[in-house]
């Protein structure tokens, strides 16, 4: 099975999931923290109509009875400027009070703002960046896995650690990310520091990504040995 290093090697992923603003209502609404508020769904109503002025009403109500997922979309409403001026500094304090609540998309998110090498929002501080990403990944949050891993393997933000890296990829997978498969694919057939090639890890990853391509595509209705076309 032939596997391409672009299909895990673009870096956007977590930007694209945490922090673009057109994707946020998706992001939340499909987490299984979303609690059962029903202010919180008015709130989430009114964000996927377009009418944020309503939204951040409902949300603010909902923050005021300490719902994390409240916090965290004010959060991220004010840091883009969607339905209100966006103001950094208040977006910061909505992220840190759902994060200290335990959801660890906020955590993950707060992560991706302190290793910001343009600083467009807060001065790096790659300790705190460090412990927010692990806490979202012991809290099982996939897009800190994944984050944590290409930083061990690339040196990226931390000393290079390709065993942890590899760690934190296992974890990924044992979720599901196909990323992660393929990242330990290509670690396990070329090896790395201190990870030596090895021949039954690359055929079990390579087994592992074939069945969820497979379960995939039979689940979207497509011939199971449907391949998807990557447009460079």
């Not at 209502?25 to 059962?36: A, C, G, I, K, L």
Request: contains cysteine; proline residues 4%; glycine residues 6%.
């Amino acid at each position: 099975m032939a596997i391409e290093k672009q299909a895990f090697g673009k870096k956007s992923f977590i930007c694209a999931a945490v922090l673009l603003a057109g994707m946020l209502f998706s992001y939340v609404r499909h987490t299984p923290r979303v609690p059962d508020v029903p202010v919180m769904e008015q709130a989430l109503a009114q964000y996927e109509r377009g009418d944020y002025k309503n939204a951040m009403t409902f949300l603010a109500q909902a923050d005021s009875m300490n719902v994390p997922d409240a916090a965290f979309v004010l959060g991220a409403m004010h840091l883009s400027g969607r339905g209100i001026e966006a103001d950094a500094d208040k977006a910061l304090k909505y992220y840190e009070r759902a994060a200290e609540e335990g959801f660890a998309p906020a955590m993950t998110t707060l992560a991706v703002l302190y290793t910001d090498l343009d600083e467009k929002y807060v001065k790096n501080d790659f300790k705190k960046a460090l412990s927010y990403a692990q806490k979202a990944a012991d809290a099982n949050d996939v897009e800190a896995q994944m984050m944590l891993a290409r930083w061990y393997e690339n040196g990226e933000n931390v000393i290079k650690d390709v065993p942890k890296a590899v760690e934190y990829y296992k974890r990924a997978a044992r979720n599901g990310n196909q990323g992660a498969k393929i990242a330990l694919l290509l670690i396990y057939q070329n090896g790395g520091k201190n990870v030596k090639p090895d021949k039954k890890e690359v055929e079990r990853w390579e087994q592992s990504i074939k069945g969820q391509v497979k379960f995939e595509n039979i689940f979207q209705n497509r011939p199971a040995d449907y391949i998807e076309k990557i447009t460079p």
